[in-house]
């Protein structure tokens, strides 16, 4: 059984190997039409269930679009629509949905409710994000680095901001594809220190800091993420602390001389990022919101052992 839950978990070849299936599927199909099925169809016949705690629309289309040029199908449900909303348990709703699908992927808010759903279920689970992490959106990110030209091993990124789950998975990967990632946040919203332990155990370069300008000086690219996601209840605080940690036109040139910028959106322009940056040259961000249809084709033949 192949669960996608954490990238920590999956071992670089795997990694490695969705990466590549993830660009040559793209340039494979160039040109055609985004309903028209990949020419093997390699998921014909297969079902993927999509269910959804959290509202979301990159990871509801970029899915649905996956598994349908995989020549698949999908079915798609809210939490609240289903008994799971009124108090079946995750077990026994992994163990049903299970005799009628392929696959499962869950965008949820608890990551223990994912991993509970995982070991009780038949099929292969996949996180389309927890309160912990984010690794498909990871995947399409350093599909887009590559895709324009960025070696990973070796490379330094930088992540400014909160560090949320997005930038979790950012410290999962570093150990994996043998990047530096440098991290700038103010003291209280820096990551956990269990992935930073974990990562740097594995051979992960995890740099700390506490100011926006030391983790962006020298960087190859630099990687923001909104101060406020869903369920944070206390956002004029974190507004306040994070200003300092803003990307500017001014803070991208402590970078490398023509460093890529990633947000995984939705953004708030004026918050987190300049309009300038998120809509200047060097912003990669609408090429990375494709990459994920691309990544998640390629994790969905991984997790059905379809390569």
């Known amino acids: 059984m192949r669960h996608f839950l954490d990238l920590i978990d999956i071992a670089p070849a795997d990694l490695r190997t969705i990466l590549d299936d993830a660009l040559a599927m793209k340039a494979a199909r160039r040109g055609a039409p985004l309903g028209q099925a990949d020419a093997d169809a390699p998921l014909a016949g297969h079902v993927l269930a999509m269910i959804f705690e959290k509202s979301s629309t990159r990871t509801r289309f970029s899915f649905d679009m996956a598994v349908r040029q995989l020549g698949g199908s999908s079915i798609i449900a809210s939490s609240g629509e289903m008994q799971l909303g009124r108090g079946e348990t995750v077990e026994d709703t992994a163990r049903v949905i299970s005799r009628y699908v392929d696959a499962v992927m869950i965008r949820a808010n608890d990551h223990s409710d994912v991993e509970a759903f995982a070991a009780a279920a038949s099929v292969p689970v996949i996180n389309g994000l927890t309160d912990r992490s984010h690794p498909c959106q990871i995947m399409a990110d350093l599909m887009t680095l590559e895709e324009y030209g960025l070696s990973l091993a070796g490379a330094r990124l930088a992540w400014v901001g909160d560090g949320n789950n997005v ?139 379809r390569q």
């Not at 103010?186 to 300008?213: F, K, M, N, Q």
């Not at 500017?248 to 708030?268: I, T």
Request: with cysteine.
């Open 167 to 305: 930038c979790s998975s950012f410290i999962h990967a570093a150990a994996k594809f043998g990047f530096t990632l440098a991290i700038g946040t103010p003291g209280r919203y820096a990551p956990e220190e269990e992935d930073v332990s974990i990562a740097r155990e594995l051979g992960g370069e995890i740099l700390l800091h506490d100011s926006a300008e030391a983790a962006v000086a020298g960087a190859d690219a630099v990687i923001a993420d909104t101060f406020v996601s869903m369920g944070d209840s206390d956002a004029d605080e974190r507004l306040a602390r994070l200003a300092d940690f803003a990307v500017s036109a001014d803070l991208m040139a402590q970078a490398k001389p023509g460093a890529f910028f990633l947000h995984c959106l939705p953004a708030h322009r004026g918050e987190e990022v300049d309009s300038e940056v998120i809509d200047g040259p060097q912003s990669l961000v609408f090429d990375e919101a494709e990459n994920r249809l691309h990544a998640q084709k390629a994790i969905l033949k991984w997790c059905l052992d």
